[in-house]
């Protein structure tokens, strides 16, 4: 080497020796950790500058843009290492030592106790009606009767439109959409005296007939 690779200055005839030989000339960068006989001002690995006490030299415009454009690089690198980072965190779920109180079971268990106490003192009637109460219709008349199978007219009073139907095989029926009013409900079966009632629906309420005692059909006397 006769001449400065960065500056073209001619150098002395035993610096090239030295170059070779001397360790010392070796100085390892301070940022990347390598050293290499051709670092001199700048590392050639990472183009970091290479500072020695007591000197001032002018930087090279050209290894200043180099190292900022490394600089731009890895930078970006670490940006990539964070979100992998950050993904493998939130993927991954946290490991907890030992295994805690099943809340949910225990509640589970609670509630099924507190519904068969309040089961068993309120009563098997009462929490039927209860049941029954969340399966009416509103606006409607519901009627149970005895037999299970009847004919039923719905009369509206000062009209002479009516509404017919049957009953279900359990003996119960229900009439939706009943406008507030008064009405004569005329329930009639095979061998069985036809009987008559008088209903007033109310709006927004339920008109129940023959509960908890079933409407009774009187048999027809032979």
């Not at 199978?149 to 009953?167: A, D, H, M, P, Q």
């Not at 009405?183 to 009987?195: A, D, G």
Request: charged share 20%; hydrophobic share 35%.
């Amino acid at each position: 080497m006769n001449f400065c690779m960065y500056c073209g200055t001619a150098l002395k005839a035993d610096m090239e020796h030295k170059r070779v030989t001397d360790l010392k000339l070796l100085k390892p960068c301070i940022k990347c950790g390598k050293a290499d006989k051709l670092s001199q001002e700048y590392c050639v690995y990472c183009g970091t500058q290479i500072t020695v006490p007591g000197a001032s030299q002018p930087e090279s415009s050209a290894f200043k843009k180099f190292t900022w454009e490394l600089e731009k690089i890895e930078s970006a690198a670490d940006n990539v290492r964070r979100e992998v980072a950050s993904v493998s965190t939130s993927v991954d779920p946290p490991k907890t030592k030992g295994a805690g109180l099943n809340w949910t079971a225990l509640l589970s268990v609670l509630g099924l106790i507190l519904g068969s106490a309040t089961c068993y003192f309120l009563g098997r009637e009462y929490m039927q009606r209860v049941y029954l109460q969340l399966t009416w219709p509103r606006d409607g008349i519901v009627v149970y009767v005895d037999p299970p199978s009847v004919t039923y007219r719905l009369y509206e009073r000062g009209s002479n439109s009516f509404i017919v139907g049957k009953s279900s095989d359990a003996g119960s029926f229900s009439i939706n959409g009943v406008k507030p009013g008064s009405y004569t409900l005329h329930v009639s079966s095979p061998k069985h005296r036809t009987i008559i009632r008088r209903v007033n629906v109310e709006e927004g309420r339920t008109t129940v007939l023959g509960y908890p005692q079933r409407l009774l059909l009187p048999a027809q006397e032979s």
